[in-house]
């Protein structure tokens, strides 16, 4: 089992100190086996907020953490166009790192970043045909028994935001993009961007966005939330293939409590949830075991 800490929009700059010192402390406890942070560093793609962020993960390393990293739109300079254009990615390489497409893999998950962000977009993401190609060819060499997870900071696939039916938009080549993942059988598509929490199969969406399981990380540290949804990040127990564990760990004023978990169940077409948190709850009141999920 690999257990994953998936965290997104830090946004130094725009983030509170506390709640930093909290997720530092937190994972140091808890000592996953891999932090993920899904892109948006800094608020502005500042120097001295990426001074910052490169600090923070520069603890992490420090204690021993294994850190994946990718950026995301606002670690792209807004205001100064000539860096936009000509070196949009200069400071997240020299701070964060230079690696635009970060590989893990240990016995049970095989995990690939892929850069979103782009110069010619403010805020919306985009994959190339290179990045679709290093997709095919990095998870293709993947043993069969291995979940394989994809990263990017723009979601792939377009799915509910706020209240109502409104749906965000997805990234460019959009069509190409979930039909390499579809190739190269990614079991699970992390992402970030929105500051909003999100989990489901990618089928129960539509039909043509296969079969990954979409999971969607708040935002850890920023104070810019979205529809009074607290700093969150995600917490994952990848049993093996078919089988994760995902528990939403949110900012309850003082410390990061322990969310609901909920374990989805691939049945080979979909995938499945189901709240133990609430099996849990059942069990202990009744004095009987309750029905578990699988």
């Not at 706020?162 to 993009?177: F, I, P, Y």
């Amino acid at each position: 089992m690999t257990r994953i800490a998936h965290l997104s929009d830090i946004h130094f700059g725009a983030n509170d100190e506390k709640i930093v010192a909290a997720t530092e402390a937190w994972l140091l406890k808890r000592r996953p086996d891999l932090v993920i942070i899904s892109g948006d560093f800094t608020q502005r793609a500042r120097v001295a907020q990426f001074r910052e962020a490169s600090a923070y993960l520069n603890r992490l390393k420090s204690a021993g953490l294994k850190v994946l990293a990718i950026p995301g739109n606002h670690d792209v300079p807004l205001f100064n166009v000539i860096q936009r254009f000509t070196a949009p990615l200069d400071r997240y390489k020299r701070f964060i790192s230079n690696n635009l497409a970060p590989w893990f893999e240990d016995d049970d998950v095989a995990i690939l970043g892929i850069n979103t962000a782009r110069s010619l977009t403010i805020k919306d993401g985009r994959i190339n045909h290179e990045q679709i190609a290093l997709m095919r060819q990095r998870f293709g060499t993947v043993p069969e028994h291995k979940t394989r997870i994809l990263v990017t900071h723009h979601p792939l696939f377009a799915m509910p935001i706020g209240k109502g039916t409104e749906l965000s938009e997805a990234v460019g080549r959009h069509e190409d993009a979930v039909a390499a993942v579809c190739e190269a059988g990614v079991h699970i598509a992390l992402a970030g961007h929105f500051h909003r929490t999100y989990a489901e199969s990618a089928s129960k969406m539509a039909e043509s966005l296969g079969t990954a399981l979409v999971i969607q990380a708040g935002t850890a540290t920023s104070t810019r939330l979205r529809n009074d949804e607290p700093q969150s990040f995600n917490w994952l127990h990848v049993e093996r293939r078919d089988r994760i564990l995902l528990q939403v760990i949110a900012w309850n004023g003082t410390g990061f409590g322990d969310g609901a978990e909920t374990q989805f169940i691939f049945d080979g077409k979909t995938w499945g949830a189901a709240d133990l948190s609430k099996e849990k709850r059942s069990r202990n009141q009744s004095g009987h075991p309750g029905t578990h999920a699988g």
